[in-house]
Nanobody, 121 residues
Framework: QVQLVESGGGLVQAGGSLRLSCAASGRTFPRYAMGWFRQAPGKERELVCASSWSGSRTFYADSVKGRFTISRDNAKNTVDLQMNNLKPEDTAVYYC??????????????WGQGTQVTVSS
């Protein structure tokens, strides 16, 4: 079992930046792929970005390429999401997830509780 706790959400103006963090505890963290999902009101949850367990492979949704960066520190059991040049359409609840598999096809098994990101225009 893996427990995931997100932090760092908040309210920011368009063009601003936020950094989300996810702290993992429980079973061996480094062997999991890690990802960030988001869900906006009335929309389905979508994969924003993901990192392989080694960090050597990453995946980004087209909508965030060049603006978002995922990074993980297996020694600290953390995975971060740096979000730059935020847009109002980035407003959503962001979830950290852990799972097995090869990017981008991962069996996402564990989820955090989510953190709200609101971007004002």
């Amino acid at each position: 079992q893996v427990q995931l706790v997100e932090s760092g959400g908040g309210l920011v103006q368009a063009g601003g930046s936020l950094r989300l963090s996810c702290a993992a505890s429980g079973r061996t963290f480094p062997r999991y792929a890690m990802g960030w999902f988001r869900q906006a009101p009335g929309k389905e949850r979508e994969l924003v970005c993901a990192s392989s367990w080694s960090g050597s492979r990453t995946f980004y949704a087209d909508s965030v390429k060049g603006r978002f960066t995922i990074s993980r520190d297996n020694a600290k059991n953390t995975v971060d999401l740096q979000m730059n040049n935020l847009k109002p359409e980035d407003t959503a609840v962001y979830y950290c997830a852990a799972g097995y598999g090869t990017l981008p096809t991962v069996d996402w098994r564990y989820w955090g509780q989510g953190t709200q990101v609101t971007v004002s225009s």
